[in-house]
């Protein structure tokens, strides 16, 4: 089935640095998704990206969609100590019999920040 | 408002026991979800519902009922659940099913 393979698998930094994580895939998407997950809580919706190519900017988050539909990453400038927890890709596909899409995740980012 | 309120936070059940899980939004999506997932993994899809038909079972057990009474609420009816099926079981909506999906917060199951 469709997988999406998230890098890296857990950073460490220092307050103050800036974050880039990406996820591909070798198949399509129409939609890619970044989430942050803090502990015991759902996941939170940071930026939606609909066409290849997208630059979409949100407060110090800024995402791309790929030009190839297969792949897109995050980059996180000036991290701060909330920034913490888990930070998911995701993937929207759409299902060939009908109108219905399917959201598949990546493995995730585990971002820890030292003060 | 892009809330998604699920119900209970918490659930302790035994492998006897039947239980609800409850998800309401008010956002006039139409397209609802139920994910599963364990400590440290991504969410995995169970179902999808889109208008409030059941468009997607992801081969979930059936000791697992999904059931979508209206546009606003979408049930997770559990029987004879395993202590593996402990877990965080989340609750998404969103306008169609190829749109950005909102999450609850989850409802933390433990089976006993």
């Known amino acids: 089935g469709q997988q999406l393979n998230q890098s890296p698998q857990s950073m460490f930094i220092q307050e103050g640095e800036d974050v880039s994580m990406n996820c591909t895939s070798s198949?399509?998407?129409?939609?890619w998704l970044w989430y942050k997950q803090d502990p015991g809580e759902g996941p939170v919706l940071l930026i939606a990206?609909?066409?290849?190519?997208e630059l979409t900017s949100n407060g110090r988050l800024t995402a791309q969609f790929g030009i190839t539909r297969k792949d897109s990453f995050l980059n996180i400038s000036a991290s701060i100590p909330s920034d913490v927890g888990i930070y998911f890709c995701?993937?929207?596909?759409?299902?060939?019999?009908?109108?219905?899409?399917?959201?598949?995740f990546g493995q995730g980012t585990t971002l820890q920040v030292k003060p | 408002d892009t809330e998604v309120t699920q119900t209970p936070k918490h659930l302790v059940m035994g492998m006897t026991n039947k239980k609800s899980l409850k998800c309401e939004q008010h956002?006039?999506?139409?397209?609802m979800y139920w994910y599963k997932q364990k400590a440290k993994k991504p969410p995995e899809l169970m179902f999808v519902?889109?208008?409030?038909?059941?468009?997607i079972n992801e081969s979930v057990p059936s000791r697992f009922s999904p059931e979508c009474p209206n546009s606003s609420l979408l049930n997770l009816h559990l029987h004879a659940l395993q202590p593996e099926d402990s877990a965080l079981y989340l609750c998404?909506?969103?306008?169609?099913?190829?749109?950005?999906?909102?999450f609850g917060q989850g409802t933390r199951l433990t089976v006993v």
């Open positions: 998404a909506s969103s306008h169609r099913t190829n749109t950005e999906a909102f």
């Open positions: 198949s399509i998407f129409n939609t």
């Open positions: 990206l609909y066409k290849a190519g």
């Open positions: 995701a993937g929207q596909t759409r299902i060939p019999s009908g109108n219905t899409g399917k959201l598949i």
């Open positions: 956002m006039g999506h139409r397209a």
């Open positions: 519902y889109s208008y409030e038909k059941l468009s």
